[in-house]
């Protein structure tokens, strides 16, 4: 039997040597393999769980003890938090004050988009992450750290966050599988905030059985939080092998009675004919399995963009208003009074897609288009919820593509903002209505990078999702 210590060695010899990709912003070796012993140490007493020294790697919007927590901005470079998120605290290490922690061993701080903003991974202060499956195309984002590292074996599993995408596109993007969890299922105690009302935190992983051990532990009620839901989840594995119709016979298909919702504007005008074509087979493969595929409509899909790009920088241009220059990170050196001050440290700390988003956030909310814009946007919203609710009255489970195609090559989009905005289409709504959705490799395109599918679920059904991703995985 391997010890913890050797596995966490044998990531961080890989990490050290798989630098290319810029998958990581902070590792500290040392204090891993300090974890590792102590997880060997609880195994040796028997009181290990089945993730007690596992390796795993943070998504930086995370603070973290012991390593730097900067969300890939300058504005917090240096940036070291005195607490945990409790992300990091239900995974790490169990102590008197946190008899809870799972026992993981962290490797370090996976690079991002600057404050989870952006669709590739090229707004990070700190460079781009190459994808594993070439280097010359995104990873996605803004998990792409993340999801970079556990592509290329630089961590067995990662934890990532998802506003409007960013766990399951660049799962996608990087062949792997991710899930965004209902709103409130895990606490965001901890979790550098972006838009606090879509922010939701959750695994990625190489497979659905990985992604359902670790969201059972991630999840909890928080105090801390006050959006976290009131239980503290289950365990999802219990789900993947269970036949979806409950009482049917092992001997019974196991999707049999599970009805597939496809959404008709999830494939219309903008979809790659190579993705279109992987969703299509994986819809056969399910049918296979004993699921039955239907037709629905989300109407208001196209308009998931404009109203996600008016609410998100609303609520960003709200949160990022704490780095000043006076409380946290970046503050700049010569200013001649206190606004001076501000105004040198944020110009000067933020990169130009945070800035942008500022200043659309603080335009919409502004005295006199507060109602056209953000109050309209809140209304669209509530449809957008609704009409998922409408077509879950004739399916279970929805499936559709993640993006409109696989991974771009660097600096393809990155001039052009409503370009990169477009490519969250089918992802945004599941935030918007705070559903679960996930992200599973369905294929590969000619020129070989991972295609992925989407599962979305109603609410609290994330084990369902994983389930019918086990299956079809
Ligand atoms: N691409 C989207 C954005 O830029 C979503 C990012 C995310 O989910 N954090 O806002």
Known sequence: QVSSVELTQYFLDRIAAGEVFNAYLDVNPDLSLVQAAQADAL?????????????IAHKDVFVTRGWKSTAASKMLENYQSPFDATVVSNLGMPDEANSHGAGMVCLGKTNMDEFAMGSSNENSAYGPVLNPWNTDYVAGGSSGGSAAAVAA?????ATGTDTGGSIRQPAAFCGLTGIKPSYGRVSRYGMIAYASSLDQAGPMGKSAEDCALL??????????DSTSLADSGEDYSRYLNQPWREGNSNSAKPLEGLRIGMPKEFFAEGLSEEVAKSVHAAAKLLEGLGAQIV?????????????YYVLAPAEASSNLSRFDGVRYGYRANEYRDLNDMYKKSRTE?????VKRRILIGTYVLSHGYYDAYYLQAQKIRRIIAADFQTAFQNCDVILGPVAPD???RLGDKSKDPLQMYLEDIYTLSANLAGLPAMSAPCGFNSK?????????????SEGKLLQVAHQYQ
């Open 43 to 55: 195994r040796a007493t028997g009181k290990a769980g089945k993730l007690t020294g596992i390796p």
């Open 153 to 157: 074996g630089l961590a067995p599993i």
């Open 215 to 224: 969201l059972s532990a991630m999840s909890s009620h928080d105090p801390r």
């Open 295 to 307: 037709e629905v409509s989300l109407p208001k899909t196209k308009l998931s963009i404009p109203v």
């Open 349 to 353: 700390g933020f990169g130009a897609e």
């Open 406 to 408: 696989v991974a771009w």
């Open 448 to 460: 070989n990078l991972p295609i992925g599918m989407q599962l979305i679920g109603n609410y609290f």
